[in-house]
């Protein structure tokens, strides 16, 4: 059987796999953007903590999937919200990092001349440092789904659902149709997510700094 026509039979299968996946990505990665933009500031506010914070981050980052998957397993059981929790914690170091390094390295002089004409620190956050950060906040969003678009197949070993249902079913039953329903699907919707999110980067990127990326 041709991969086309497999795909056509199980056609509501794939759907509905592609649907749960994307759910994951999404839902993680939002997860990730609420926890990591407010560290972000705080972080930034609070410089003496940001080395121990990201390097305690980076290294929860290197821990392999199936070893997070393994503990939250043993820790919260099986199901979406376990996965979850997983995917939300490795989508966390990109925008962290992005945020804090996007808000302290805005212009000095353009701060200066903020504190000049009398802002707060808190007008300087949300009038000056976070419209500036916003295209390096953006990219590690886009980084983080990317990473999360694929991390996100291995929630099917705890009854997540999404397309390594069909990658471990291809797997367990030699059956490369499964796996290429699911892998093909997967990388497709990580070069979307990527430019579409590549696509606001480019639109939020102030103009006169469009000239200097490529």
Do not use: C
Request: aromatic share 8%; charged share 10%; hydrophobic share 50%.
């Amino acid at each position: 059987m041709t991969l086309m026509t497999f795909m056509g039979e199980q056609r509501s299968e794939i759907i509905k796999a592609l649907t749960q996946h994307i759910h994951l990505v999404v839902f993680s990665v939002l997860l990730g953007i609420l926890i990591s933009i407010p560290a972000g500031i705080f972080l930034s506010r609070h410089k003496a903590f940001a080395a121990p914070v990201l390097a305690a981050v980076g290294v929860i980052q290197t821990i392999p999937g199936l070893v997070m998957l393994g503990l939250a397993l043993i820790l919260l059981g099986t199901g979406t919200q376990t996965a979850l929790a997983v995917l939300a914690v490795y989508s966390i170091l990109p925008i962290l990092r992005n945020t804090y390094t996007g808000i302290t390295e805005v212009d000095s002089g353009i701060l200066e001349a903020g504190r000049g004409i009398g802002m707060t620190r808190r007008q300087m956050l949300f009038n000056v440092q976070l419209p500036l950060a916003t295209t390096s906040i953006v990219s590690g969003i886009r980084i983080s789904t990317v990473y999360i678009v694929s991390w996100a197949t291995l929630a099917g070993l705890i009854g997540a659902g999404g397309l390594g249902d069909l990658i471990w079913t291809g797997l367990a039953t030699y059956n490369t149709n499964y796996i290429l329903a699911g892998a093909l699907p997967s990388a497709v919707l990580a070069f979307l997510f990527s430019g579409v999110i590549g696509l606001f980067e480019r639109l939020l990127t102030p103009r006169g700094l469009k000239g200097g990326r490529a």
